[in-house]
C-alpha cells in the first residue's frame, strides 16, 4: 500500500509541474504590442457617438438603458455583465453598473455604421477618408497587417483592422459627469 501512494504522489507532482511549467511557457511567449501615436490625436465631435439605425438612434455616453430597450425590445443580457445583445443584430451594448448609461458598442457584421458612414468590412482607406490620419496604431510585432486604430482619447472610435479591412467598430464614450 505504501508503495502505492508514493507512485500517486508522484503523478500528482509530475502533473502540477507540467501544467505549471506550460503556464510559465505560454505566459512569456507573448510578442510585443507595438503602439504607434500621432503628433495629435484627432479630437471626436458629440455626432461621432450617435448610432442611427432603422430602429432609432442612440448617443453612446448618454442614452440609458430604458431608451435603448425601446428601439431593441428583443435581445439578452449577457449574465449581470451590463451587456446587452439586440436580437437579430451583430451589436453589443454595454451599460455602466449604476446608472445604467449606453457608455460603449460593439458593432459587427451587419448594417449598421458609424456617425461618418463606416461599416464593419469597409477598406481602411475609407476610414483615413472620413476620420484622418491622427490616430494611435496598435499593432502585435511581426503582424503589422492586423492593426487597431484608435481615434479620440477618453472618448474614442476605434477600428479593428486586418489586412486593410475593417473587422469591428467600437465607438466608447464614458458617461458625463
Known amino acids: ?3 502505492n501512494d ?3 504522489t508522484l503523478l500528482v507532482v509530475f502533473i502540477v509541474l507540467t501544467v505549471v511549467s506550460c503556464f510559465l511557457w505560454f505566459s512569456n511567449s507573448d510578442s510585443n504590442v507595438i503602439r504607434e501615436n500621432p503628433p495629435q490625436q484627432t479630437i471626436l465631435a458629440d455626432s461621432d457617438f450617435l448610432l442611427t439605425s432603422p430602429h432609432g438612434t442612440i448617443t453612446v455616453g448618454k442614452s440609458t438603458r430604458d431608451e435603448v430597450l425601446k428601439l431593441y425590445p428583443e435581445g439578452k443580457d449577457l449574465g449581470k455583465s451590463g451587456i446587452y445583445r439586440p436580437m437579430d443584430q451583430d451589436i453589443l451594448l454595454t451599460f455602466t453598473g449604476k446608472t445604467n448609461i449606453l457608455v460603449k458598442v460593439d458593432i459587427g457584421v451587419g448594417d449598421l455604421s458609424s456617425s461618418r458612414s463606416i461599416k464593419v468590412n469597409d477598406s481602411f ?3 483615413l477618408d472620413k476620420f484622418g490620419s491622427n490616430y494611435t496604431r496598435a499593432y502585435t510585432e511581426g503582424k503589422p497587417e492586423i492593426f487597431d486604430a484608435y481615434y479620440g482619447s477618453d472618448k474614442y472610435v476605434l477600428f479593428k483592422v486586418e489586412n486593410g479591412t475593417v473587422k469591428k467598430i467600437i465607438i466608447g464614450n ?4
Do not use: G, N
Not at 174 to 177: G, I, S
Open 6 to 8: 508514493k507512485k500517486e
Open 125 to 127: 482607406d475609407k476610414v
Open 174 to 177: 464614458p458617461e458625463d459627469q
Open 1 to 3: 500500500m505504501r508503495v
